[in-house]
């Protein structure tokens, strides 16, 4: 998040909001398919530079990946959407306390 410029304040005050990992082991077709596409041409991008996938910075290369508009399933191009932007809208949600 310090790598994206978001603010110290917020970022600290969102740490006790953090909940041990969960993984979801169900995952459509669409969202294999998203996950695909984000490493065939972002991270393999990335790797043509590099060479080695443990020379990548990996603060860096989440910023680089977050912070670059995307689509939904179903959503016109022109309604993009960038991760790093509504992540900070959904940080300063929370920490107003307005997600339950």
């Known amino acids: 998040m310090l790598k994206l410029g978001y603010d110290t304040a917020l970022i600290e005050k969102t740490h006790p909001l953090l909940t ?51 689509t939904v399933k179903g959503m016109r191009a022109s309604e993009c959407l960038r991760p790093v932007d509504d992540m900070r809208c959904w940080l300063e949600t929370a920490v107003r306390g307005g997600l339950n």
């Open 20 to 70: 041990p990992l969960r993984f979801d082991t169900c995952c459509d077709r669409s969202v294999q398919g998203s996950m695909r596409t984000v490493r065939m041409m972002e991270l393999e991008s990335m790797l043509y530079h590099v060479g080695d996938v443990m020379a990548l910075l990996p603060y860096s290369t989440s910023a680089q990946l977050n912070d670059r508009p995307v």
